[in-house]
DNA sequence: GTGGTCTAGACCACG
DNA sequence: GTGGTCTAGACCACC
């Protein structure tokens, strides 16, 4: 499992935490019965306190991801993936159609806009390669 | 001029100020040389505190799209419609681009990302019709 | 809105704070559309610190029951008195609930259990004449 | 001597353990002079960690129920059935009187808490027949 | 060792 | 003024 924070930036560290936790989850890449870091061994691992990672925690079971396993740890629910995959699928669609939503109230014509789209997606693949 | 602004929402309410007041003339429906709304009456229309119009119209001024006038109001700069498309295109191309690097960081396939932005683009544009 | 809590025994704090809020919305006694103390207002009142309270209020708006106004406070929704009522009919059944399975579980008979429970139930209606 | 133990929920497991010792014995079901399980041996029926079935025995010697022998394990005393059964019936009342506070807290009428006690009274009593 | 709660106090954005 | 986030560190129960 592997994290990357961007302690500046508009995006709360917690939340940082528990979206690359469910993005783990969606793509398989965390298992169902497996433990996610401990709360002090991941704090350590990204250099933030461990009450902000406990908090990230804590959203995580709320959304039925983990489960606490007293004394042993943060168990990866039999539900997780479905859930990630919704829940990945939804943050993502959110957030897609906010940006286009901006974009067509700026009065940007749509061409304009697939033009823009066009030119950020190939960008963004052409970092994946 | 015609203002939307949605109270609740992660957007403050001073930026959606700022950025309609730039989309407006962007978009040529605020002339050069014409005044916007004054503090007290926009705030009045908008329904929200005082203090928040004038910290967006502070972010305009500072920004080169209106310049103030004792005693008439904010007018609308010379520069302003270069300055706004531009901005306008850097904020829409901005928003874009972070919602498609989130896309990406959740590890969807290139075509689901894709398929999710051609279904809020054709949403986004059909709402304009 | 009166707040009685017990800083010592088994319940946190922000969760005694989470159940008074519900029970007070539901008994009509917190009105849509008003605020509940701040959050400094409140801790200063019950003698907590502020974090204390404002992980009550976090809960609170998780479950719809109260909603941030930027610069104001945290407004009574207009849903919250239907989520109010049942979440606190829930709350109480799933004690009593809880209560009769482990009375059931002991080999209690049946006989003495009713008799516990009229006991019980006679001095908590007593308390409250 | 059968267990059922609920590794989640709220109530730890050493005190599941204790409880579910403290009914067998009140029930009859666990004779003076009998030993109850070792602590290995109940850990391995349980699934659950040695440390947690010692410290249940530490409470249920320290109320008396048992005592141990060395190299024969722990044995029920003499006075074991008469401090169950009575410690039995103060679990229950607590729990009880614990729940019907909280009913009476929330501003449930009467009614309706009384409604919502014969409702699981019954399902309860249902469940053994 | 684990997570959970609480206090303490700083800093920030927003209105 | 409001709530939101973060750091810091204490204490606790449980395993």
New binding site residues.
Partial sequence: MLFSIH?DGP??????IVAQVIYGVAAGAVKVGS?????????EQL??????V?????DL?RLGVVT???????EVTSQAPTACRSKRRDLVRRRIRDALREAAASALTPDEIRNLVDEELTAVNGKRR
Avoid: D, K
């Fill in positions: 302690a995006v709360p560290i917690y939340e940082q433990f996610i870091p401990s709360v002090r061994e991941l704090a250099l933030v306190h461990p009450n902000t406990a908090r990230a925690y804590q079971e606490p396993r007293r004394g042993r740890g943060m």
